[in-house]
């Protein structure tokens, strides 16, 4: 088995990020603070106004919260009847990952870890960890994602401390896998820091935002060395030429967004005219959140970039960049991203301010089947599973509170 690495533990940090000066000069609007019920999957969740006095969020009318107390109850009572396997599992055909993502959602929206559907989920996770710390069937070629979203559901679950050795073990077992010299990779080459589906696989910002989120939520702050290392790869992934980033696409596009990977074999319809790699919704929110839980100032160029790539892209009725493709994986994103940065609403490059919870709420509305599931029409990336879908919006619902 392959040795874990070392690295020192940053506890109890909490990232020194003080958006609200440089982001109303972007024309956003920035909540204060996110009620502590509210964090995701963490108490340990960025503080983009660390020190400042809290303020409520944007109002929801009564209306909203009644809609989305309805919604998130049939949403559940789907996965509890229809979406549960009788072992506990949900889609277990394509490994742990939508088991531990439904559990996730379920207890953020204030199911306990003692409830009969998320203990027997439970159940079968622990059926599922492995000596080496992953969480997964032993040969999956998607441990790493399954792994880190075992982190993100047992630290949700680990209430009285039960979890506690598998998380850390988790833990040693995702960083062990991250890209870097143990595999003789040096800072110069363009997939250090990154991680990918498996262990030996090529590194995506998709997989690398859920280990950066699980790293977190084990308890590592913005100085640990893998998250820092994480950003590196989070860094070239983005349409930004700079000191951060000198691949050879860097400049091509130059519009501040994200792609899935530098390191990149993708078909030509995915390359822009200018001969660089598209930037999409989805992986640029992915990119943004990460640059938050590495500790990046408002002010880091980066950021900024990211931020005028999305206030042009502000949408929700499309992944921008893919239309349907991957589409709730881009509502959990976002909405994850925004309730990290405590942005209360946004403000889009025309200027509309958007009161984000209450538009999410209206648009899962409007999609939300009778069953009280979500799925996507496009299939793409597994979303025409209505588990995984339903996972998704239970997230996103969890983040609307």
Request: proline fraction near 4%; aromatic fraction near 8%.
């Amino acid at each position: 088995m392959r040795r874990a690495k070392q690295y020192p533990r940053f506890y109890g940090s909490s990232l020194p990020v003080k958006f609200s000066s440089v982001l109303l000069s972007l024309g956003m609007t920035i909540s204060r603070a996110v009620a502590a019920d509210e964090a995701p999957t963490t108490d340990k969740q960025p503080a983009a106004t660390q020190g400042e006095k809290s303020a409520p969020v944007a109002a929801l009318s009564p209306e909203l919260q009644a809609q989305r107390q309805k919604m998130v109850a049939q949403a559940i009572e789907y996965l509890r009847t229809k979406g549960q396997a009788p072992d506990g599992s949900f889609t277990k055909q394509v490994g742990t990952g939508i088991t531990s993502l439904c559990l996730l959602a379920m207890m953020e929206n204030g199911v306990s870890p003692d409830d009969p559907t998320v203990a027997k989920g439970l159940k079968y996770l622990e059926g599922a960890m492995q000596k080496d710390g992953s969480v997964g069937k032993d040969g999956s070629r998607i441990i790493n994602y399954e792994t880190a979203l075992a982190i993100l559901c047992l630290q949700k679950a680990n209430q009285d401390g039960k979890y506690k050795q598998n998380i850390k073990q988790a833990d040693l077992f995702l960083r062990g896998n991250q890209i870097d010299a143990d595999e003789g990779k040096t800072e110069a080459d363009f997939d250090f820091g990154g991680v990918g589906y498996g262990k030996g696989g090529k590194g995506d910002l998709s997989n690398t935002a859920f280990l950066v989120e699980a790293l977190i939520a084990a308890g590592a702050g913005p100085d640990d060395p893998a998250v820092q290392n994480a950003l590196k790869f989070v860094s070239r992934c983005q349409n930004l030429e700079s000191e951060h980033n000198t691949t050879p696409l860097a400049g091509k596009v130059n519009d501040g967004g994200f792609y899935y990977t530098i390191i990149t074999d993708e078909p030509p319809q995915d390359k822009s005219f200018q001969g660089g790699l598209r930037s999409y919704g989805s992986m640029t929110y992915a990119g943004f959140k990460s640059m938050l839980y590495a500790g990046l100032t408002p002010d880091d160029k980066r950021v900024k970039a990211a931020l005028d790539f999305l206030a042009k892209n502000y949408t929700l009725e499309q992944n921008p960049g893919l239309g349907e493709a991957g589409l709730f994986y881009y509502y959990h994103l976002m909405s994850r991203a925004l309730q990290a940065a405590k942005m209360d609403t946004f403000t889009d490059a025309k200027g509309v301010e958007h009161n984000w919870r209450a538009e999410f709420i209206a648009e899962l509305a409007k999609r939300q089947n009778e069953d009280g599931s979500w799925a996507n029409k496009n299939r793409q990336w597994l979303e025409n599973d209505p588990n995984l879908v339903t996972g998704y919006a239970l997230l996103v619902l969890g983040n609307c509170k």
